[in-house]
């Protein structure tokens, strides 16, 4: 599994966040839709949508980050990478722990899919831990 393409997909949700934007656009893998989707209903992101450009023979990722009740700020405060390619974050299912005290969201890629930290415990699965939000 290559993390580059969700390194890519990360930092430029976190470059939309900090500068106030609310649309980040990366290059499709089903990895980042997946992870997308994962935020988006965590409540990170307000839109996922998958479209091709009209003389493209690629197809893009459309990511909205969500606002707060008050629409000033994002709602994305940080997000950083765990699993990095020369190093790999393993973890069983006992080893998994809240983020930010339940504030935040953790993704696992397990071996029933990309899934949030809270339903990995649920379902007792291991695996990746990809990412963290907050």
């Known amino acids: ?3 580059s393409r ?3 997909m990360i930092s430029a949700i976190k470059n939309a966040s900090m500068s106030g934007k609310n649309v980040a656009e990366v290059p499709y893998s089903k990895m980042c839709e997946s992870v997308a989707q994962v ?4 409540g990170f992101l307000n839109e996922v949508k998958v479209y091709k450009l009209k003389d493209s ?3 893009v990722l459309k990511l909205e980050v969500g606002k707060d009740l008050n629409d000033e700020n994002n709602t994305i405060t940080d997000i950083k990478i765990v699993s990095k390619p020369g190093n790999r974050a393993y973890k069983q299912t006992a080893q998994l722990k809240k983020v930010v005290g339940g504030y935040g969201l953790g993704i ?3 071996s029933r899919g990309i899934m949030s ?3 990995a415990k649920r379902k007792s699965l291991g695996g990746e831990l990809l990412c963290i939000v907050w």
């Open 57 to 59: 023979s690629f197809k």
């Open 1 to 3: 599994m290559s993390v």
């Open 108 to 110: 696992i890629s397990t």
């Open 6 to 8: 969700l390194a890519n």
């Open 39 to 42: 935020l988006k209903d965590g």
């Open 117 to 119: 930290i809270e339903e």
